[in-house]
């Protein structure tokens, strides 16, 4: 079973930024989270992932609360392509572990 | 740097039949992971394969196989096919012995089973 906890939906007007957060209580101290997104019948792409440090990249920030039971992706400013499934997971790093997908948010950017 | 594909982007086939879908790594990557999303759910991880061996392996029946060549690409294959197989399949490859252990995804291959 997935570890991790999202809702199931999401809107956001272009231009904005778009947090998506994600609850995983029982995280453990080796596993870190990481964020896929999937653009409607492609395959899961992915963006970033973060022990405790918050983490930024160029396609978004991740901020991870100092206790690690919950987190937040952030696309600073989210344009119609962003629209997509976003799955966070929480997995051992350094290592070649399957993933455990849950059902993601579903983010609706809109004009 | 070609990213992760796979072959055919679409298949259809009837119960009982078999099929075989292909998968090539992303340059530099020799672990390969083959994944079944049916619609409205997320991915579901099917086994794993490094070194030409299967490592882990899902919740799937027999039916699913699958083998990796030297050249670390793969083949899944699925035998007597079900109508509850339809869905879009997903490889995954990643870099075993590195720090690059993310995995990245191919584009798919969407099965139909009528």
């Known amino acids: 079973d997935a570890k991790t906890t999202q809702p199931p939906s999401m809107d956001c007007a272009e231009g904005r930024a778009a947090n998506l957060p994600c609850n995983h209580s029982t995280i453990s101290g080796n596993e870190y989270v990481y964020w896929y997104r999937q653009i409607h019948s492609q395959g899961p792409q992915y963006i970033i992932h973060?022990?405790?440090n918050n983490e930024t990249n160029e396609m978004a920030s991740l901020i991870i609360t100092e206790d690690r039971k919950s987190s937040t992706l952030i696309l600073p400013h989210a344009t119609l392509r962003d629209t997509a499934v976003y799955y966070c997971i929480v997995r051992v790093a350094y290592n070649t572990d399957k993933l455990i997908f849950g059902t993601g948010t579903r983010l609706q950017v809109f004009p | 740097d070609a990213g992760v594909t796979q072959s055919p982007t679409h298949l259809i086939k009837t119960r009982g039949q078999q099929v075989t879908l292909r998968c090539s790594p992303k340059s530099g990557h020799d672990t390969v992971s083959w994944y079944q999303q049916a619609l409205g759910q997320g991915p579901q991880f099917i086994f794993q394969y490094y070194e030409e061996e299967e490592r882990q392996r899902g919740n799937f029946p027999d039916r699913f196989s699958g083998h990796q060549f030297p050249n670390y690409s793969s083949e899944l294959n699925v035998n007597a096919l079900l109508l509850g197989d339809s869905a879009l399949y997903l490889c995954?490859?990643?870099?075993?012995?590195?720090?690059?252990?993310?995995?990245?995804f191919g584009p798919g291959t969407r099965l139909l089973v009528l």
């Open positions: 973060g022990l405790k």
């Open positions: 995954a490859s990643s870099f075993e012995r590195g720090r690059g252990e993310t995995q990245y």
